[in-house]
Every structure is written in C-alpha cells, then in structure tokens.
C-alpha cells in the first residue's frame, strides 16, 4: 500500500494538523498500531475517511506518533501536509 508518513513526537495537548488536496483516509497511530497498519495486519487509530480537507488530532498522551494518508487502495495520489502546534 502507498501512504504518506509522518513521524511526530508529541505531548499531551498538542494539535497535529493536516491538510489535504483531495479527501483521503488520515489515521493517527501509535508505534505498535503502525506497524501494524504497514503490514497490512489489524490495527486501532483514530481518524479514517476525511471528506474535509482539513483534519486536527489532539495528542492524547506523551509520546511518538504516527500520521498516515492514503486513498485506501483507490486509484488516484494525495498531497498533503502536516503541521504541529505544541500545546
């Protein structure tokens, strides 16, 4: 699967922003559920299908991050960036 990537270091209270150029899936993980997530194995995140192109996450808890977009196997490519603002 073909997905965009972002590592993030966060604390508790920080906003992760994405933005996108066409709705795409945008999942938050962590470590564990990524790898998951790359294998293609079950996993847990929060997000899924953004019809809006702009998505915020709040960190929930000190630690290492994940941001993944992707189209869910559909034809097609995204852009997109991601922004954090520490709380």
């Given amino acids: 699967m073909t997905f965009l990537h972002w590592k993030i270091p966060g604390n508790t209270g920080d906003r992760i922003l994405i933005q996108l ?20 194995s079950k996993y847990e995140a929060t997000g899924g299908w953004a019809d809006r192109l ?3 996450f709040t960190v929930p808890y000190k ?13 097609g490519t995204v852009k997109a960036t991601c922004d954090v603002s520490r709380g």
């Fill in 21 to 40: 150029d066409t709705p795409a899936f945008v999942r938050l993980l962590d470590p564990l559920n990524f790898e998951y997530y790359k294998r293609g």
């Fill in 54 to 56: 702009d998505v915020e």
């Fill in 63 to 75: 630690g290492t991050f994940h941001v993944a977009v992707d189209l869910g196997g559909k034809a």
